[in-house]
T-cell receptor, first 113, second 114 residues
Framework: NAGVTQTPKFQVLKTGQSMTLQCAQDMNHNSMYWYRQDPGMGLRLIYYSASEGTTDKGEVPNGYNVSRLNKREFSLRLESAAPSQTSVYFC????????????FGPGTRLTVL | SQELEQSPQSLIVQEGKNLTINCTSSKTLYGLYWYKQKYGEGLIFLMMLQKGGEEKSHEKITAKLDEKKQQSSLHITASQPSHAGIYLCGAFLAGGTSYGKLTFGQGTILTVHP
């Protein structure tokens, strides 16, 4: 099992460009999450999907959109990238939501110039 | 201020020494998770604690959740260079408004000198 996979691993964008971060899990989990990690801030939840067909905002959703494509895949889109979105992005999944262990992907390092 | 405070923020120890990392909240913790992160990599799940007074061990790492479920500690015995990395605690807090919202501490950077 690959667990949670993310593509790309690294990306550099110019301000105003758009891109989509891809995430897939092969653990048959129902819930999936997108976090961003910034120095001194820990991890903050951007969006989550409790189950296939549903998505909800987390703590810092502004400037992002998500799509739960199917049970395996959950993508994060930046429509018009800003320097404030320079961060490391992690995707995670869990069997269900509340108090279930979340398993994380390797992360995407995004720099917006 | 952080809802989940970790201390210390960084720690440098000599190989073979014991060390403790703390994770403290002003709210009751429902499900306390410890993760380890190496630079440039994702978070690796270490342990989960749910019950007050619970203690779990894996190899040389022991985690405890206090009786009041507001503080957890992670203890490493006889540290090795392979233990180096960033340790993060994450928890579901009482009064949280988001489904599955795992709140994280800011992390503790551990360096182990051979």
């Amino acid at each position: 099992n690959a667990g949670v996979t993310q593509t790309p691993k690294f990306q550099v964008l110019k301000t105003g460009q758009s891109m989509t971060l891809q995430c897939a899990q092969d653990m048959n989990h129902n819930s999936m999450y997108w976090y961003r990690q910034d120095p001194g801030m820990g991890l903050r939840l951007i969006y989550y999907s409790a189950s296939e067909g549903t998505t909800d905002k987390g703590e810092v959703p502004n400037g992002y959109n998500v799509s739960r494509l199917n049970k395996r895949e959950f993508s994060l889109r930046l429509e018009s990238a800003a320097p404030s979105q320079t961060s490391v992005y992690f995707c995670a999944s869990s069997e269900t939501g509340f108090t279930d262990t979340q398993y994380f992907g390797p992360g995407t390092r995004l720099t917006v110039l | 201020s952080q809802e989940l405070e970790q201390s210390p923020q960084s720690l440098i120890v000599q190989e073979g020494k014991n060390l403790t990392i703390n994770c403290t909240s002003s709210k009751t913790l429902y499900g306390l998770y410890w993760y380890k992160q190496k630079y440039g990599e994702g978070l690796i799940f270490l342990m989960m604690l749910q019950k007050g007074g619970e203690e779990k061990s894996h190899e040389k790492i022991t985690a405890k959740l206090d009786e009041k479920k507001q503080q957890s500690s992670l203890h490493i015995t006889a540290s090795q260079p392979s233990h180096a990395g960033i340790y993060l605690c994450g928890a579901f807090l009482a009064g949280g408004t988001s489904y599955g919202k795992l709140t994280f501490g800011q992390g503790t950077i551990l360096t182990v000198h051979p």
